[in-house]
């Protein structure tokens, strides 16, 4: 009779036996499309962690070595352990055109998120919600931008200096993820629930737990997925305890609706109302709208922050922005009042921001998308079912025959510029919100992220605020923003980094 440790011995051999064959059994179907980095057994482990921490280097490699081609990087966030990358205009815009039936990028949020495991029954549900930002919240920004105007300023009173002499700002990422979340809540949930300690500190938490949990249970035997998930995941809790919180005013507006009709005097422009107005009957329960809330709170409040911490950096290091910014602030809000419309006229700042974010590099892909059955490019390239595919963004944006000079910060690059002919670029073309193949920060196609208007015109308001209000250096009068972290497929601002705060002086 074996001892234990042969027991587990033979048990630890026959598991890596199996992985030896599944992970070439996999890697079989897509042996057509060229690899950057090692394609073996041991080499692609070691090269999906290398990709973790620094994707971008791959991401780059592959981009010049398969100029408007595919190739795969080895990855801990996928099913398969690959990710295909492609490049070029006509692979961007077939992708852009691929129909729902081919792949979504639904399904690759399942696979990267492990959603099915964290969320369970809430991981493949009717996502009617992106159809709620894109269109009734959307639409209510400009009814609803002075309440969102009001939110930042009281939210800044509390989280921000605001002495006469300068002081630092300890974690500005931190503090900046308060006003944001707040801030965005104003326009979910209202008042007085988006001020309440409590549920705001579940909104910025949760999605850092169902990221963290995602990745450890990638590290998982398949078999130990399910297990391990249960068991470490804090995402049911943290949905039970907003659900408290929400409980109460769902109830009483699906009331309401089922009294009065949709359309009901008083209805708040929230997007609790909104969710219920587009849910199918049986999407329409307190613990389904709540996960919704959680859903485009979890979209919505970090991403905001790393973005606005960025631009924040940004500014702070390069003061010779500041002043031609605040001019065009004056000036846009004289004539326009503190307006979505003014956000819209403010070209100097969108193109500060696009700059911030190209460079920044807050994503090595974008566009992901997940195959429901095999897909072929018009070049000859075949993605099997069940596969990954991304689009090589960072390279792109950082690709010196599309942006000159694309190491250095420039402010005004998307201002309005002349073509060869010296006719003008139209402004909206440039602007940080429009898609093009050249520009990928919100993905492509249908799949483009919805909330894109909502989060640029949150942190333009932000920006004119404190631009407006504060005067903002770098510790040391620093001219470099501080670095950030690249970790998985973006880049995370320093969470320790400072800035000074003063009240403005007169210039």
Request: net charge neutral; with cysteine.
């Given at each position: 009779?074996?001892?234990?440790?042969?027991?587990?011995?033979?048990?630890?051999?026959?598991?890596?036996?199996?992985?030896y064959i599944e992970f070439y059994r996999?890697?079989?179907?897509?042996?057509?499309?060229?690899?950057?980095?090692?394609?073996?057994?041991?080499?692609?482990?070691?090269?999906?962690?290398?990709?973790?921490?620094?994707?971008?280097?791959?991401?780059?490699?592959?981009?010049?070595?398969?100029?408007?081609?595919?190739?795969?990087?080895?990855?801990?966030?996928?099913?398969?352990?690959?990710?295909?990358?492609?490049?070029?205009?006509?692979?961007?815009?077939?992708?852009?055109?691929?129909?729902?039936?081919?792949?979504?990028?639904?399904?690759?949020?399942?696979?990267?998120?492990?959603?099915?495991?964290?969320?369970?029954?809430?991981?493949?549900?009717?996502?009617?919600?992106?159809?709620?930002?894109?269109?009734?919240?959307?639409?209510?920004?400009?009814g609803r931008f002075g309440d969102i105007?009001?939110?930042?300023?009281?939210?800044?009173?509390?989280?921000?200096?605001?002495?006469?002499?300068?002081?630092?700002?300890?974690?500005?990422?931190?503090?900046?993820?308060?006003?944001?979340?707040?801030?965005?809540?104003?326009?979910?949930?209202?008042?007085?629930?988006?001020?309440?300690?409590?549920?705001?500190?579940?909104?910025?938490?949760?999605?850092?737990?169902?990221?963290?949990?995602?990745?450890?249970?990638?590290?998982?035997?398949?078999?130990?997925?399910?297990?391990?998930?249960?068991?470490?995941?804090?995402?049911?809790?943290?949905?039970?305890?907003?659900?408290?919180?929400?409980?109460?005013?769902?109830?009483?507006?699906?009331?309401?609706?089922?009294?009065?009709?949709?359309?009901?005097?008083?209805?708040?422009?929230?997007?609790?109302?909104?969710?219920?107005?587009?849910?199918?009957?049986?999407?329409?329960?307190?613990?389904?709208?709540?996960?919704?809330?959680?859903?485009?709170?979890?979209?919505?409040?970090?991403?905001?922050?790393?973005?606005?911490?960025?631009?924040?950096?940004?500014?702070?290091?390069?003061?010779?922005?500041?002043?031609?910014?605040?001019?065009?602030?004056?000036?846009?809000?004289?004539?326009?009042?503190?307006?979505?419309?003014?956000?819209?006229?403010?070209?100097?700042?969108?193109?500060?921001?696009?700059?911030?974010?190209?460079?920044?590099?807050?994503?090595?892909?974008?566009?992901?998308?997940?195959?429901?059955?095999?897909?072929?490019?018009?070049?000859?390239?075949?993605?099997?079912?069940?596969?990954?595919?991304?689009?090589?963004?960072?390279?792109?944006?950082f690709d010196p025959a599309i942006y000159?000079?694309?190491?250095?910060?420039?402010?005004?690059?998307?201002?309005?510029?002349?073509?060869?002919?010296?006719?003008?670029?139209?402004?909206?073309?440039?602007?940080?919100?429009?898609?093009?193949?050249?520009?990928?920060?919100?993905?492509?196609?249908?799949?483009?992220?919805?909330?894109?208007?909502?989060?640029?015109?949150?942190?333009?308001?932000?920006?004119?605020?404190?631009?407006?209000?504060?005067?903002?250096?770098?510790?040391?009068?620093?001219?470099?923003?501080?670095?950030?972290?690249?970790?998985?497929?973006?880049?995370?601002?320093?969470?320790?980094?400072?800035?000074?705060?003063?009240?403005?002086?007169?210039?």
């Amino acid at each position: 009779m074996p001892t234990l440790t042969e027991a587990l011995a033979s048990v630890v051999i026959s598991y890596i036996l199996y992985k030896y064959i599944e992970f070439y059994r996999i890697r079989s179907k897509i042996d057509s499309i060229p690899t950057v980095g090692s394609d073996s057994f041991v080499g692609a482990y070691i090269n999906s962690w290398r990709y973790f921490i620094n994707g971008r280097s791959f991401v780059k490699e592959g981009y010049y070595k398969y100029p408007g081609a595919a190739f795969k990087v080895p990855t801990l966030g996928t099913s398969t352990g690959w990710q295909i990358i492609i490049s070029g205009k006509a692979m961007i815009d077939e992708l852009r055109k691929a129909p729902l039936e081919a792949m979504t990028l639904a399904e690759a949020n399942v696979d990267t998120l492990q959603t099915d495991i964290i969320i369970t029954k809430h991981s493949r549900v009717n996502e009617f919600q992106t159809d709620v930002v894109r269109t009734p919240l959307t639409r209510a920004l400009a009814g609803r931008f002075g309440d969102i105007r009001e939110e930042i300023i009281e939210a800044s009173k509390i989280y921000l200096p605001v002495g006469d002499d300068w002081e630092a700002l300890p974690r500005a990422h931190g503090a900046l993820l308060h006003i944001v979340c707040r801030t965005a809540n104003r326009l979910f949930v209202g008042l007085p629930l988006c001020r309440d300690p409590e549920y705001l500190k579940i909104q910025e938490d949760w999605t850092v737990h169902l990221f963290m949990d995602s990745l450890i249970i990638h590290a998982m035997p398949s078999i130990l997925k399910p297990v391990v998930g249960r068991a470490m995941s804090k995402v049911d809790s943290l949905m039970k305890r907003v659900q408290t919180f929400l409980e109460a005013t769902i109830l009483e507006r699906m009331e309401k609706d089922a009294k009065y009709g949709p359309d009901w005097e008083g209805k708040p422009a929230d997007l609790i109302s909104w969710l219920l107005d587009y849910a199918p009957p049986e999407n329409r329960t307190v613990e389904d709208i709540t996960v919704r809330v959680m859903f485009v709170n979890a979209a919505a409040v970090h991403t905001t922050t790393m973005g606005i911490t960025n631009v924040l950096f940004e500014l702070a290091a390069r003061q010779e922005y500041i002043k031609p910014i605040r001019e065009e602030i004056s000036e846009v809000v004289r004539t326009h009042g503190w307006t979505k419309e003014a956000m819209l006229r403010l070209h100097k700042l969108d193109s500060f921001i696009k700059e911030s974010f190209r460079l920044s590099g807050m994503g090595n892909t974008a566009g992901s998308r997940k195959t429901y059955k095999d897909f072929t490019f018009s070049n000859g390239v075949t993605i099997p079912k069940g596969y990954s595919i991304a689009i090589a963004s960072g390279a792109i944006h950082f690709d010196p025959a599309i942006y000159p000079d694309p190491d250095t910060f420039n402010g005004w690059r998307f201002c309005e510029t002349e073509d060869a002919d010296g006719a003008k670029t139209e402004q909206w073309r440039n602007q940080v919100v429009t898609m093009d193949p050249t520009w990928l920060m919100w993905g492509v196609g249908r799949h483009a992220c919805p909330g894109r208007f909502f989060a640029v015109n949150e942190i333009k308001a932000m920006v004119c605020h404190i631009l407006s209000t504060y005067d903002i250096k770098l510790p040391g009068d620093a001219t470099v923003p501080p670095a950030g972290t690249w970790f998985g497929n973006g880049r995370i601002p320093d969470s320790e980094a400072q800035i000074l705060f003063r009240k403005r002086r007169s210039e």
